[in-house]
T-cell receptor
């Protein structure tokens, strides 16, 4: 079975600073990886996903993530954050093959961007 | 833009009441899901469906039930609500292909007194 660990529950940063939100996963088979964002009082919205190919994945709002198979990581980065990026970010994994297609989520990282 | 709707957005009810949380999508997606979300915790899958007349239990044991009579509609019912059911419930939908994006509704925040 897969699992996801988001290493930081809260990340405070100042506006225009770079940010990295860390995600590690475990799985016995190849995986698909996702980052979702949840703004206050809203549902989750896909930021980006890795299915295959280039390990550097670009998403919406200038976010990007790099799939590192040897370190089983999929960290999310943004070079310069805005106040509007304040939200909760969820990393998720699903198996690329085998019986289970379910999406397994981490516990989330609350990003707070301060002026 | 994804169109998936949940009603009500907020619900406060007393113990023992029967409730139905509504979820509808206009994207023609075959797969639909219900997740339970509590603060600081992972989203837990409680029910999913591959299409009309298909319903499956997820990983988290739940006393709720679901039905899928129409492709676009996936309601969740609690026959007798209890305070332990207090949570946020998120509905989602996707295409059938493995790895496809799940599109989420805005959620229903349920409080059982």
């Amino acid at each position: 079975a897969q699992s996801v660990t988001q290493l930081d529950s809260q990340v405070p940063v100042f506006e225009e600073a770079p940010v990295e939100l860390r995600c590690n996963y475990s799985s016995s088979v190849s995986v698909y990886l996702f980052w979702y964002v949840q703004y206050p009082n809203q549902g989750l919205q896909l930021l980006l996903k890795y299915l295959s190919g280039s390990t550097l994945v670009k998403g919406i709002n200038s976010f990007e993530a790099e799939f590192n198979k040897s370190q089983t990581s999929f960290h999310l980065r943004k070079p310069s954050v805005h106040i509007s990026d304040t939200a909760e970010y969820f990393c998720a994994v699903s198996e690329a093959q085998g019986g289970s297609e379910k999406l397994v989520f981490g516990k989330g990282t609350k990003l707070t961007v301060n002026p | 833009e994804a169109d998936i709707y949940q009603t009500p957005r907020y619900l406060v009810i007393g113990t023992g009441k029967k409730i139905t949380l509504e979820c509808s999508q206009t994207m023609g997606h075959d797969k639909m899901y219900w997740y339970q979300q509590d603060p600081g915790m992972e989203l837990h899958l409680i029910h999913y469906s591959y299409g009309v007349n298909s319903t499956e239990k997820g990983d988290l044991s739940s006393e709720s039930t679901v039905s899928r009579i129409r492709t676009e509609h996936f309601p969740l019912t609690l026959e007798s609500a209890r305070p332990s059911h207090t949570s946020q419930y998120l509905c989602a939908s996707s295409e059938l292909t493995r790895g496809d994006t799940q599109y989420f509704g805005p959620g229903t925040r349920l409080t059982v007194l």
